[in-house]
């Protein structure tokens, strides 16, 4: 357990926690008293049939979906819809390593995989709000990784699905990309096995992280244009140093760990025994697969591949410069398209 | 200086040395007695108009070239022109921090710049061989920096020029993509700052070195086709183990970086006061760029704005999944388009 100012209502509040208790997990072991924190926008109907879940990305909390998703006359409208953004195990604001009691965190904390992420998440919207049905899952990146996962898991439950960004099953590109920032992190001395003092004692794995991070997470394009200096960088350095290591660097290495083997590891087929078609032929949502079009690691072919598989889905990609982190809403350009296409997911009848 | 059987005439031969005497640098320092390793291919005709000068890529020699690029019947035909294949500072077989004597060698061998290279192959071809024209330079990445640099530093000598795969003027993405390359090999507690006994001692950082090259060096399409399978490895594993590493792994750390840094900083504007225009407008050879349509970090987009600014210049990408490592000529379609691309402008009137 360490202390860690960023993850406090402070900065990403309002959120409330929900005790789901014991989550025994895939890999074997047990989250004891595993708590989920979610942040609501909008009010349940009568007929318990508007809400939409919002799982989060690596690295994001609830709040970056609050502040670039969500909003009067948005597709994702508190309005019409109840919006549950619930934050994933090892966000840091959800149990995770770093708020975990000896011995069970820190750098002993065990494996998480998107389907005990997906089922803590089930037992959250049925428990604590007696949901029998999700007008819409919908997620970038990671949070794709869950909606999926969620639509083959409780095809019944789920009536549409958004995966942005992200794919069914990891391919073994892109794990290896998770890979190499994995291994930026705990090859740093400082890492220690995960039991370090306070993150600044990872700073340099931190950096290499956040520098990685910064190749393939935007595109080359977006350099090209001097994306960097028009969101306020005087330069590359600047960017790198005060945007992107300024991101990573106040967050806990063994929760961003956490979170990377999950994607990693993220795999649907798991359910059908490697069989990727059927898994994905088991999901009833009307589903909408929107990658950024100059993703570097969920790139648009990855994730038309995986359309072919899913009944009567439709391939929507997000025309940006702006790579993968698109996704942070820099781009309002690809936003407004994102917008477009959920409204017309949500209008559609299922 | 540090024993390395990897860098012999056995593995790379045969290549004959050159000493130029010593080369002051860009960066200041000097190397004492450099030495150029080089390899001919053909003959001088009398006129001395025939010959062609291929530089050499990041960890790539002489040999590489001459396997997957000359050859009786290819366009670059040792029975037709006198080729020189000469292998850049730090590649380990020309003068290289590994095999440099104490005091000047391993982690204090000084800086190198592309235009230390350019100047001391001019050296080579003038001095060794009488040269006073070039028919054609053509390299690959670090191979096209050196033709770049030959273009505009040397504008009457060089008649064709052929950049493959590479810029004149680093971008901002691809340096820090170097920068992380470097970092994986320096933060090895075992590079010691560049006094290391064996290459062994930086194990753990060359595999992460090897894995930076696989996620960058190849495209997303080329894992989602299973190129690596075609190319006779069973996994990913098997892949960045026995292929990638197995190729990194018995280089010498030192020597990598010493070309990562001149990887690094390539930038013909140097000439001109950083004005890039400028620059590529002192070009008089004839020229093709050639970027990979899947390279990631030399997109062609990236080769096509430096294109523009290159007088009578045409832009020939050459469509493959392999990305930037269709340089290594696994792809026999692309290796196809290379020769169409190179015979055309080697036909081409000056």
Chains 1, 2 share one sequence.
């Not at 997470?217 to 330069?235: I, M, N, P, V």
């Not at 140093?241 to 967050?251: K, L, Q, W």
Request: glycine letters at 8%; hydrophobic letters at 40%.
């Amino acid at each position: 357990m360490i202390e860690n100012s960023y993850y406090s209502q402070d900065v990403h509040g309002p959120y409330e926690l929900h005790d789901i208790g014991n989550l025994d997990l895939e890999e074997g072991g047990t989250i004891r008293a595993c708590n989920l924190a979610y942040a609501t926008f909008g009010k349940l109907n009568a007929a318990k049939d508007n809400a939409i879940l919002i799982p989060t990305w690596y690295s994001g909390t609830s709040k970056i979906m609050e502040q670039v998703y969500i909003g009067p006359g948005r597709a994702l409208d508190p309005d019409k819809y109840f919006i549950i953004v619930v934050n994933q195990i090892g966000s840091g604001l959800s149990t995770s390593p770093h708020n975990t009691s000896p011995p069970a965190g820190m750098g002993n904390f065990p494996r998480v995989r998107i389907g005990d992420d997906v089922r803590a998440q089930h037992k959250l919207v049925t428990e604590k709000f007696d949901l029998k049905s999700l007008a819409l899952v919908v997620g970038g990146s990671m949070g794709a990784q869950q909606t999926y996962e969620w639509a083959v898991r409780y095809p019944d439950m789920v009536k549409r699905a958004a995966p942005i960004a992200g794919t069914a099953r990891n391919t073994i590109h892109d794990s290896l990309f998770t890979e190499t920032l994995v291994n930026a992190i705990t090859s740093d001395p400082g890492f220690n096995k995960g039991f370090y003092a306070s993150s600044a004692d990872v700073r340099e794995g931190l950096l290499r992280h956040a520098k990685m991070w910064a190749v393939m997470g935007w595109s080359t394009e977006f350099f090209q244009q001097d994306r960097h200096k028009a969101l306020g960088f005087s330069s590359m350095d600047d960017f790198i140093m005060n945007f992107m290591n300024g991101y990573f660097s106040v967050m806990d290495p063994n929760d961003l760990l956490c979170m990377a083997w999950k994607w990693q590891h993220g795999d649907v087929s798991r359910h059908t025994g490697g069989d990727l078609r059927a898994a994905l032929g088991r999901i009833k949502a009307k589903t909408f697969v929107m990658p950024m079009s100059s993703d570097m690691f969920f790139p648009p072919s990855d994730c038309q591949a995986e359309w072919r598989l899913i009944p009567d889905a439709e391939f929507r990609p997000i025309q940006t410069i702006d790579g993968h982190l698109a996704l942070f809403g820099a781009d309002p350009n690809a936003i407004g398209q994102l917008d477009k296409h959920l409204r017309e997911l949500l209008a559609s009848e299922v």
